[in-house]
C-alpha cells in the first residue's frame, strides 16, 4: 500500500504539477480523511522542492456551501488565495461553496485539483499508467467536434435517452493530467459541457448516483433542463426527499455533462470520481455551477450532486461519436486504440 501512495503521489507532483522549488502546496483534508494518503503527497511535494501545508478542517455534514457552517472560512480562505497549488482531499468537499469560489476568483495562479476522499486504489488507477500527450490529443479532438455541434443525445441500453443543446458561452473543458498552469484541475481523462440552460429533455437512468445506495437504478426526467421526476420506487421517494431538503429549486437543474475517457476506468467501483472518468460514460451533475463555467453569474445552489451512466452511445448532431461505450468515430478511433495500446503498469 506504501509503494501505492508513493507512486501516485510522486507521479502527481512531479509529472502533473511539475513542482518547482519553493512553490507552495496546500493540501485540505478533514476529520474523515485518509491520512496516510495526505502524508504520501506532503512528503512528494517536499521531496520535489515544495512547500507543503497540510490544513485538517472539521468534517461538515454537507458538500459545498450547504457546509460553510462547520468550516473555518475566513482563516481557510485567506490560506489559499496565497498559494501555488491547491489539492483538495477532503471527504466532504469545499468544491463550489464561498471558499473555494473567492480562492479560485482571487489567486490567478492557483492550480486546483480535487481527489475528494477517493481511495489510494482508485487514485492509482485513475490518474497513473497512461500517456498524458496521447489523451490530450483525443480530449482535445473530442472537445473540438462538441463545440462545432448544435445538439448533444446520449443513449444507454439502461433506458437513458436525454438530449441537450450547445452554448458557446459556457465553459467547455477537459483535464488530461497536466496541470502545470492555472486552472481549475479534476481527475484526468473527460471532456465536460455545460448545457444550454433549459434546453436538456428526456430520461436518465443512473449506474451510478451520489448520495444513494445505488441498489435500485434511479431514473431522472428531464424537462427543459429540471429534474421534473424521480422514478425508482422507495428509493425514488428517499431520492426526492433528500432534494426537498435543500428547499433550493437550483438543485434540480442540470449543471454539467461529462464525457468519461480515462483510458484505464474500464468498470464501475463506485468511487464517484473514477466513475465519473469510467471509458464511454457519462457524469450528469446538478445544481451548482461557478460563474466560471457558466457566466457571467452562474448558477447558484446550496449543493451539488453527480450520477453516472456506463456504455453510453454520445452523438453531437448526427454524428455518432461512440456506441455502447466504445469509442467509433473515424477520426476519433486512431486515437483511441493508440492511447488504450500505451497502458502500462
Known amino acids: 500500500m506504501k509503494d501505492i501512495r508513493t507512486r501516485f503521489s510522486k507521479f502527481l507532483m512531479e509529472k502533473m504539477f511539475q513542482i518547482k522549488p519553493g512553490e507552495t502546496v496546500a493540501i485540505t483534508a478533514d476529520l474523515g480523511t485518509n491520512r496516510d494518503t495526505i502524508d504520501a503527497l506532503a512528503t512528494a511535494t517536499h521531496e520535489a522542492g515544495g512547500l507543503p501545508l497540510v490544513m485538517y478542517i472539521p468534517k461538515a455534514e454537507n458538500d459545498s456551501q450547504a457546509g460553510m457552517k462547520d468550516w473555518p472560512s475566513k482563516a481557510l480562505t485567506a490560506a489559499l488565495c496565497h498559494v501555488d497549488v491547491w489539492i483538495e482531499a477532503n471527504s466532504v468537499v469545499l468544491l463550489y461553496s464561498d471558499i473555494w469560489e473567492t480562492a479560485l476568483k482571487q489567486n490567478k495562479k ?3 485539483l480535487i481527489i475528494a476522499d477517493s481511495s489510494i486504489q482508485s487514485l492509482d488507477r485513475v490518474f497513473t499508467g ?3 500527450q496521447l489523451l490530450k490529443k483525443l480530449l482535445t479532438k473530442v472537445t473540438e467536434m462538441a463545440m ?3 445538439k448533444v443525445r446520449i443513449t444507454s441500453n439502461n433506458g437513458t435517452d436525454v438530449s441537450y443543446d450547445i ?3 459556457y465553459a467547455f473543458d477537459y483535464d488530461d493530467g497536466d496541470y502545470s498552469q492555472p486552472k481549475f484541475g479534476t481527475a484526468p481523462g473527460f471532456v465536460n459541457i455545460v448545457p444550454k440552460l433549459n434546453s436538456m429533455n428526456g430520461h436518465i437512468v443512473f449506474d451510478h448516483l451520489q448520495n444513494t445506495d445505488n441498489n435500485n437504478p434511479l ?3 428531464m424537462k427543459n433542463g429540471v429534474i421534473s421526476d424521480v422514478i425508482g420506487g422507495e428509493s425514488a421517494e428517499k431520492f426526492k426527499n433528500y ?7 437550483n438543485i434540480y437543474k442540470i449543471s454539467h455533462n461529462m464525457l ?3 483510458p484505464k476506468v474500464r ?3 463506485f468511487e464517484l470520481v473514477e466513475d465519473e472518468r469510467i471509458w464511454g460514460g457519462v457524469d450528469f451533475g446538478f445544481g451548482h455551477t461557478s460563474a466560471m463555467d457558466m457566466p457571467p453569474h452562474g448558477q447558484e445552489s446550496k449543493s451539488h450532486f453527480d450520477g453516472v451512466v456506463i456504455n453510453t452511445s454520445i452523438y453531437f448532431d448526427d454524428i455518432q461519436i461512440t456506441d455502447n461505450g466504445e469509442v467509433c468515430h473515424e477520426d476519433l478511433r486512431p486515437l483511441a486504440e493508440s492511447l488504450l495500446n500505451n497502458i502500462y503498469a
Open 148 to 150: 462545432a455541434a448544435k
Open 267 to 269: 468498470n464501475l467501483t
Open 130 to 132: 497512461f500517456d498524458i
Open 219 to 221: 431514473e431522472f426526467i
Open 260 to 262: 468519461g475517457l480515462n
Open 167 to 169: 452554448d458557446l458561452n
Open 110 to 112: 492557483i492550480r486546483y
Open 243 to 249: 432534494l426537498a431538503s435543500f428547499d433550493d429549486e
